[in-house]
């Protein structure tokens, strides 16, 4: 008939193991990271948009700026003119802002107070975020009144 029962019988299989705690230990790190990332987020939102505000009212009540930008290109105090070998003894040979050699015939600027010479477009890149001079920091001034 049958075996009589064996009085050591094996211990039942231990239950599974779940990981569930680690998945919430995760989900809560993960959401707290994300919380603050957005809390920075917002704060230098909000402090970008107070500056760029109270730079606008400056300028709208005609009050000091500390800045001032050439994005206009049709006004540009810089005078321009064409790259001639024999004009340039003793003067710049090579744009300092790209570092190549101004070849004849190209568009170059002069600064105003240092007369450093520069290739337009360089120059003009420069200028958009910069208010002086690549190579010695001479400063250029704003653009003047223009007059009729």
Known sequence: MGDPPSPYA???PPPPRQNLPMLYYGLVIICTAAIILALYNLVIVQWCTDMTNRGSR????GGPTSS???????????????YKREDAEGGDTECAVCLSVFEEGEELRQMPKCKHNFHAPCIDMWLY???????????VGPPGPVLH
């Open 10 to 12: 094996p211990p039942p």
């Open 58 to 61: 400056q300028r709208r009540a």
């Open 68 to 82: 001032w930008r050439f994005r206009n290109s049709s006004v540009n105090p810089v005078p321009s003119f064409k």
């Open 129 to 139: 975020s910069h208010m002086d001079c690549p190579l010695c920091r001479s400063p």
